[in-house]
């Protein structure tokens, strides 16, 4: 609103009013709906709108991505408590990693 409200006449001078637009503008934006009943028309209007949908896209992404992974492994049953449990499989870890360093120590008959 501060950037829009002198030149561009779809936002308000009225600073409730106005305040009031901005935000709106803000949510329709970070949630990437883009009405376009409000647009920013200044340069540096554009820009802050611009860089508040880059951070509502990575905001979306990481929510997803938190819920993707917590519903996985939530469904994932853990069948390794110990050992014994990986007898007879094939095991892969990365070279040069804790896990390799223990999967060398540990000598099973």
Known sequence: WLTER??????????????WQGFWLAVVTFTTVGYGDKVAKTFLGRLMTHIWLLIGLVMYAVFVGLITSNLTV?????TVNSLDDLAGRAVGVMAGSLSFTVARSVTRP
């Open 6 to 19: 002198k030149r561009n006449p779809m936002f308000s001078t009225h600073y409730a009013r106005g305040i």
């Open 74 to 78: 939530d469904t994932i049953e853990l």
